[in-house]
């Protein structure tokens, strides 16, 4: 807008200068007379192309301003499609990983949840499906550092703790597992994994009615369907209360 004003004040004077020599008899020959009017008409055109080629480019800008917030308006989703892309790309990865977990293959599922997490790094259960991989890897280290990640990433996640303390069983740090395994059931009472691999910890301390105790609780919550695995929990149990 500055350009403009100059523009105009520039205009305003070359018309009191018009007006002041109008009144002015003039001394100069025709031809040169004419001259003089010729260049001053020159410089009015000139300003007024000044005006002109301002008031169209703020026009422009204005036009395009008006584009991007009405395109904005309709479609406000725009603003988030990259992170919507990263997200179901993430998605994407953390299937394939849990498919090559799933068939065995260990370090593949490593690397297909690490670079899910390249594209989404605050999933807490990506951080505890790479501890996994890691923890059938029998990499203690690893699968500790991601666990204990995905705890600070999401402190209600109870598959976390169970699997942190499955971490202290392998490094026989018994006290610590016990304590993890407690975690995951304070948040979910119903958790029958924390029950079972509480029964194996106390089993092996040699502690039977806790053992029993907590194989009985793992068979009341478990689903039917894992008919195999609860018949040799059911033996588990006989075995116990016969020792």
Same mark, same amino acid.
């Given at each position: 807008?500055?350009?403009?004003?100059?523009? &105009?004040?520039?205009?305003?004077? @070359?018309?009191?200068? $018009?007006?002041?020599?109008?009144?002015?008899?003039?001394?100069?020959?025709?031809?040169?007379?004419?001259?003089?009017?010729?260049?001053?008409? &020159?410089?009015?055109?000139?300003? *007024?192309?000044?005006?002109?080629?301002?008031?169209?480019? #703020? !026009?422009?800008?204005?036009?395009?301003?008006?584009?991007?917030?009405?395109?904005?308006?309709?479609?406000?989703?725009?603003?988030?499609?990259?992170?919507?892309?990263?997200? +179901?790309?993430?998605?994407?990865?953390?299937?394939?990983?849990?498919?090559?977990?799933?068939?065995?293959?260990?370090?593949?599922?490593?690397?297909?949840?690490?670079?899910?997490?390249?594209?989404?790094?605050?999933?807490?259960? &990506?951080? =505890?499906?790479?501890?996994?991989?890691?923890?059938?890897?029998?990499?203690?280290?690893?699968?500790?550092?991601?666990?204990?990640?995905? *705890?600070?990433? +999401?402190? @209600?996640?109870?598959?976390?703790?169970?699997?942190?303390? !499955? /971490?202290? #069983?392998?490094?026989?740090?018994?006290? @610590?597992?016990?304590?993890?395994? $407690?975690?995951? &059931?304070?948040? $979910?009472? =119903?958790?029958?994994?924390?029950?079972? $691999?509480?029964?194996? !910890?106390?089993?092996?301390?040699? +502690?039977?009615? @806790?053992? /029993? +105790?907590?194989?009985?609780?793992? *068979?009341?919550?478990?689903?039917?369907?894992?008919?195999?695995?609860?018949?040799?929990?059911?033996?588990? *149990?006989?075995?116990?209360?016969?020792?």
């Amino acid at each position: 807008m500055s350009i403009i004003h100059k523009a &105009l004040q520039k205009l305003q004077r @070359e018309k009191k200068e $018009n007006t002041t020599q109008q009144s002015v008899p003039f001394s100069l020959a025709p031809e040169t007379s004419s001259l003089v009017t010729s260049s001053k008409k &020159l410089r009015h055109i000139k300003i *007024i192309g000044i005006i002109t080629g301002s008031v169209v480019m #703020v !026009l422009g800008s204005f036009a395009v301003y008006v584009t991007q917030f009405q395109s904005a308006k309709k479609n406000p989703s725009a603003v988030i499609d990259t992170q919507a892309v990263q997200k +179901n790309d993430s998605a994407t990865l953390s299937t394939e990983g849990i498919e090559a977990y799933k068939k065995g293959d260990f370090p593949k599922s490593v690397e297909l949840f690490q670079k899910a997490l390249e594209k989404n790094d605050t999933d807490s259960f &990506l951080y =505890n499906n790479i501890g996994l991989a890691y923890l059938k890897q029998n990499d203690t280290t690893n699968a500790q550092i991601h666990f204990e990640k995905a *705890i600070s990433l +999401n402190k @209600e996640c109870f598959e976390c703790y169970n699997n942190l303390g !499955l /971490v202290k #069983v392998k490094l026989e740090k018994f006290n @610590e597992a016990h304590t993890h395994f $407690n975690d995951a &059931l304070k948040i $979910n009472k =119903n958790y029958a994994d924390a029950y079972f $691999n509480q029964g194996v !910890l106390f089993e092996r301390e040699e +502690n039977y009615e @806790e053992a /029993v +105790n907590n194989y009985t609780q793992f *068979i009341f919550l478990s689903p039917k369907e894992h008919q195999a695995i609860l018949e040799k929990v059911n033996q588990r *149990i006989e075995m116990l209360l016969n020792h």
